[in-house]
């Protein structure tokens, strides 16, 4: 076990190294234009020179500063209606969350795209996790219009963000909702049928979203589940249900109900398992409090019980502003894009949180920010 504590800091030197001569400094070595022709020798006739294409402007360390170790809010909501309550924030303080999180330079991105570290924002910018738990009708709600067709409530939390992203198509449309199978709405209108159910599913596929598990029936799984296969059941058929719905979609993600796992003998079926011949998979589980997540490269990123921020303001007997408290403290700890997904870029400063098995195939960029 000794050589494993004299390799790393062996490998943080190399990488120390690495970012003392990534800087932004010191002008870009000049190719030279062309081999001159040896005397006497003619020139081979051949096709016209393709242009050369401009060289890349060096990246700008200084101006879009990334950090990809830094902090992702994953954030919480739970019902989209009126009044603001604890659980409960209004279209209007949703929409305000919105450009908020906009003008913060916060861009939208799914689960899937943190877990499986694809994340594809412009440089400078930072990646936000939008989840709902619980299916609440005003997640997804359809409604009658005067002329009697069937739209897509404007006060529902998919059509805010369809709204948001149509006048600022940057910010995306990413967002996962944790509902319950196979009603995943709770939309209980007389009118309301399986094809609306199935045509909510397929729209919210289509429209970048993304649908999580967040088991069948909401139990504490710590607390009311009795033996392993009572656990599968709760875990494995919504996946069987969804299936029968939506044939060719996987949920990969799972909300804990109360942010509560089961005993830890059988805690290795939230990852994986099967149900009825229907295997699953979740490679996010997500816990109910409190922080931000840590993102991919981070050597404590944890996809097997991510942190969630509750996505309120609202007083909550001695804890409040849980959202506020998060945005000031991710002013100084965001992750910030360089704009590459397929390169890792973070500060000197950032180098002890780096897990270095975790770099893959992308490449690896640690720069010295100028003092
Ligand atoms: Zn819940």
Not at 9 to 38: F, H, N, R, Y
Not at 152 to 168: E, R, S, T, Y
Not at 242 to 254: C, D, G, Q, V
Request: net charge negative; with cysteine.
């Amino acid at each position: 076990m000794k050589i494993k504590s004299f390799i790393l800091p062996v490998i943080l030197l190399v990488l120390l190294v690495a970012c003392a001569t990534t800087g932004p400094k010191g002008p870009a070595q000049k190719e030279p234009d062309s081999v001159p022709a040896l005397p006497g020798s003619e020139p081979e006739p051949g096709p016209e020179p393709e242009p050369e294409p401009a060289a890349e402007p060096p990246f700008d360390f200084a101006l879009y500063k990334p950090n990809e170790l830094g902090e992702i809010p994953v954030l919480m909501y739970h019902n989209i209606r009126e009044p603001e309550a604890v659980w409960t924030r209004t279209p209007d303080n949703f929409r305000a969350d919105l450009q908020r999180f906009y003008d913060l330079g916060y861009r939208l991105v799914s689960l899937t795209d943190v877990v499986t570290n694809n994340i594809n924002i412009p440089a400078g910018t930072s990646p936000l996790v939008l989840t709902f738990d619980d299916g609440s009708a005003g997640h997804f709600r359809l409604i009658k219009n005067e002329k009697g067709e069937i739209i897509v409530d404007p006060d529902c939390a998919v059509q805010i963000i369809l709204d948001f992203a149509g006048k600022h198509p940057e910010m995306g449309t990413a967002a996962t909702f944790f509902a319950h199978l196979p009603h995943p709405f709770a939309q209980a209108d007389s009118w309301y049928t399986g094809e609306h159910r199935t045509w909510k599913l397929e729209k919210l596929v289509e429209w970048g979203m993304e649908i999580g598990n967040h088991t069948l029936n909401h139990l504490n799984l710590r607390r009311d589940i009795k033996s392993p296969q009572q656990l599968l059941e709760q875990l494995g058929k919504p996946h069987r249900l969804l299936a029968e719905i939506l044939p060719a979609y996987k949920m990969n993600s799972l909300s804990l109900p109360y942010g509560i796992g089961p005993l830890d003998e059988w805690k290795d079926y939230l990852y994986s398992g099967e149900y009825q011949s229907t295997a699953y998979r979740h490679d996010a589980v997500v816990l109910v409090g409190s922080g931000p997540a840590k993102p991919y490269n981070h050597k404590d990123y944890s996809p097997a019980a991510m942190p969630r921020i509750r996505a309120s303001n609202y007083p909550d007997g001695g804890e409040s502003n849980f959202l506020d408290r998060a945005l000031e403290r991710l002013a100084k700890t965001r992750y910030i894009s360089d704009g590459d997904p397929d390169t890792v870029t973070f500060p000197e400063s950032a180098l002890e949180s780096f897990n270095i098995e975790s770099l893959g195939g992308k490449k690896l960029r640690c720069y010295r920010p100028e003092e």
